[in-house]
């Protein structure tokens, strides 16, 4: 099986949006959440949102409530990631991640990809 496969990444100005996307088609292995996490240079490995694969409940960081949208699309198997309102902080290597739980607490570590590089500068 694959693991996940993370798009959409790139160079946007403070205050823009992105949106990413991820592909969990290739992996096969039953799941209950998807987690999207980041990481920046430097800085631990941060979980930025969750949602649960049967009802589409979701959950997120501080750092982004009410910037970032997560949804789901069970029919296309992707999940996408909606970023509004940019800031330099939000700068790392975003990665989606299939979880054993619906709050995205416990990782399959061979869903991790390549992750998709979000840069945000003036």
């Known amino acids: 099986q694959l693991p996940f496969v993370e798009s959409g990444g790139g160079l946007v100005q403070p205050g823009g949006s992105l949106t990413l996307s991820c592909e969990t088609s290739?992996?096969?292995?039953?799941?209950?959440?998807v987690g999207w996490f980041r990481q920046a240079p430097g800085k631990e490995r941060e979980r930025v949102s969750c949602?649960?694969?049967?009802?589409?409940?979701?959950e997120y960081a501080d750092s982004v409530m009410g910037r970032f949208t997560v949804s789901r699309d069970n029919a296309k198997n992707t999940v996408d990631l909606q970023m509004n309102s940019l800031k330099p902080e939000d700068t790392a290597v975003y990665y989606c991640?299939?979880?054993?739980?619906?709050?995205?607490?416990?990782?399959?570590?061979?869903?991790w990809g390549q992750g998709t590089q979000v840069s945000v500068s003036s």
């Open positions: 991640v299939a979880s054993l739980d619906r709050r995205c607490i416990t990782q399959y570590g061979h869903s």
């Open positions: 290739g992996f096969t292995t039953k799941y209950y959440g």
């Open positions: 949602i649960a694969w049967d009802d589409g409940g979701t």
